[in-house]
């Protein structure tokens, strides 16, 4: 399992580095490859990460950067890299 102070907490996407740092509170402003979030900016908050995964995935889930995207990729086993507190 991905260790969760490298995943995104609205997709579950594994970072080069922890989206909120080694201390888990400073942004790196970097855009997630999976679902385009902007670390500290649109996951501030529980509210906010629900609310841009629901409508990333009405979207239909696709990749921000589409060359990224692993051939065997899964949704459902990505979402399970996210931290409990932000499902
Ligand atoms: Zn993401």
Request: glycine share 6%.
């Amino acid at each position: 399992m991905t260790n969760e102070f490298y995943a995104c907490r609205v997709c579950g996407a594994e970072q080069l580095d922890p989206p909120w740092g080694e201390d888990d509170q400073t942004p790196t402003y970097e855009i997630c490859d999976c679902c385009g979030v902007e670390f500290g900016y649109e996951d501030m908050s529980v509210e906010s990460i629900k609310d841009y995964r629901q409508k990333w995935v009405e979207r239909g889930a696709n990749w921000f950067r589409k060359k990224y995207k692993p051939e065997d990729w899964s949704l459902e086993n990505q979402f399970q890299n996210i931290p409990e507190q932000y499902r």
